[in-house]
């Protein structure tokens, strides 16, 4: 099995700023045959279901503010927030799909 | 608007069974592979089942911890997916989210939350 590191586990950061965070996998999710990165990122707000905001890597889906960018390649992804907003207050999840499905364990964004 | 609403939760005790149900609208379900994923605070978000399409002749996987226990099952005709889980351990405590489209997952329920417990 695919596993999927977060990090940090948690940041908090004040409103307008800029955020990173990151997603390693311990195998390579680069699929050779489409050079596509079988990677998808969720946001779960407090009482929430999760809601996908970036596939294949770096692909927004459709409705995400375009604050939200996807990077990344093979086994490191990142996530970045150009300028937080209140309501960016959540807990944020990788996940790959290449092989099987495994979650990271998420990172949890706080606004000070 | 897509809506997918799960039931079926609630207390069960070890060694039981539950079934849950997803009743899903606003796309079409034929085309789509649905998933069940689970939540709990000690294992955070962990994917348990999947069936594809009927295009993809309704492939069905399983997470490790579930084999052999669960099945996960549909009925296009009535746009929805089914979850039987069996033997159930205090282990399988948690959120059951019904979600899906294809390799990600779009849509997601507002989840259905099974205790195992005595």
């Known amino acids: 099995n695919i596993m999927m590191t977060q990090s940090p586990s948690s940041l908090a950061v004040s409103a307008g700023e800029k955020v990173t965070m990151s997603c390693k996998s311990s195998?390579?999710?680069?699929?050779?045959?489409?050079?596509?990165?079988?990677l998808a990122w969720y946001q779960q707000k407090p009482g929430q279901s999760p809601k996908l905001l970036i596939y294949?890597?770096?692909t927004r889906e459709s409705g995400v503010p375009d604050r939200f960018t996807g990077s990344g390649s093979g086994t490191d992804f990142t996530l970045t927030i150009s300028s937080v907003q209140a309501e960016d207050l959540a807990v944020y999840y990788c996940?790959?799909?290449?092989?099987?499905?495994?979650f990271g364990g998420g990172t949890k964004l706080e606004i000070k | 608007e897509v809506k997918l609403e799960e039931s079926g939760g609630g207390l069960v005790q070890p060694g039981g069974s539950m079934k849950l149900s997803c009743a899903a609208s606003?796309?079409?379900?034929?085309?789509?592979?649905m998933d069940w994923v689970r939540q709990s605070p000690e294992k955070g978000l962990e994917w348990v089942a999947e069936?594809?399409?009927?295009?993809?002749?309704?492939?069905?996987y399983y997470a490790e911890s579930v084999k052999g226990r669960f099945t996960i099952s549909r009925d296009d005709s009535k746009s929805s997916v089914y979850l039987q889980m069996n033997s159930l351990r205090a282990e399988d405590t948690g959120i059951y989210y019904c979600?899906?489209?294809?390799?990600?997952?779009?849509?997601w329920g507002q989840g259905t939350l099974v205790t195992v417990s005595a």
């Open positions: 069936i594809r399409s009927k295009a993809n002749n309704h492939a069905t």
């Open positions: 606003g796309f079409t379900f034929s085309d789509a592979w």
């Open positions: 979600t899906g489209l294809r390799l990600w997952f779009a849509y």
């Open positions: 294949w890597a770096s």
């Open positions: 996940h790959q799909y290449l092989s099987s499905r495994t």
């Open positions: 195998q390579s999710v680069l699929y050779s045959s489409n050079q596509k990165n079988y």
